[in-house]
């Protein structure tokens, strides 16, 4: 089955930029999707592969993708953006929604 | 404003089923693919199942399939999932999600822009 690799925790200072990647086989093919999930809450969609952003996440939320690593990029980083944050594909082979183990974000 | 609104959760043996239903509001129900996410105590999310608008297209996790049900009623803007054969570790909050683009039928266009609050399953042995 198709996995997707994210580190377990990345720290960031506030007003600097956090990259959260997630690593699967041949991922810049895919259509890859970010969710942020905090404590108690449903996730939340952040950045699609299709419009990038929904229209009520600050710009300052992006993604990107090469062969093998995508990536969730957060500049100018605050104290609300302190969350899990997981990505997800399609694996067309299972035809399974596949997620990523999540990243927590600790923002010192 | 998109509302989805998950019931049917509690506490359950093990062996046991229980049908879980998401209401939802505020958008064309019948347009679009509904899917069941859940999340076990301190754990990440796992895709369990996902519906075409139609019902034409059912996909299943591997781990849960046989014991899953997912279905719809499209004139009562409802979806439900039938877990039969309950084990301890099917206890999660359990989230409906609604996909992005009402166009996708499931698979490689299938995200997840809108979600439920989740409820709570809890299978004792």
């Known amino acids: 089955s198709y996995v997707l690799t994210q580190p377990p925790s990345v720290s960031v200072a506030p007003g600097q930029t956090a990259r959260i990647t997630c690593g699967g086989n041949?991922?810049?093919?895919?259509?890859v999707h970010w969710y942020q999930q905090k404590p108690g809450q449903a996730p939340v969609l952040v950045v699609d592969d299709y419009s990038d952003r929904p229209s009520a996440i600050p710009e300052r939320f992006s993604g990107s993708k090469s062969e093998n690593t995508a990536s969730l990029t957060i500049s100018r980083v605050a104290a609300g953006d302190e969350a899990a944050y997981y990505c997800q594909v399609w694996d067309s082979l299972t035809d399974h929604v596949v997620f990523g183990g999540g990243t927590k974000l600790t923002v010192l | 404003e998109v509302q989805l609104v998950e019931s049917g959760g509690g506490l359950a043996k093990a062996g046991g089923s229980l049908r879980l239903s998401c209401a939802a509001s505020g958008f064309t129900f019948s347009s679009y693919t509904m899917n069941w996410v859940r999340q076990a105590p301190g754990k990440g999310l796992q895709w369990v199942a996902s519906?075409?608008?139609?019902?034409?297209?059912?996909y299943y996790a591997d781990s849960l399939k046989g014991r899953l049900t997912i279905s719809r009623h499209n004139a009562r803007n409802s979806v439900f999932l039938q877990i039969n054969g309950l084990k301890a570790e099917d206890t999660a909050v359990y989230y409906c999600a609604r996909d992005g683009d009402p166009h996708c039928s499931g698979g490689s266009c299938s995200f997840f822009d809108s979600w439920g609050r989740g409820t709570l399953v809890a299978v004792s042995s």
């Open positions: 519906i075409s608008s139609s019902s034409s297209y059912i």
């Open positions: 041949d991922i810049g093919s895919k259509s």
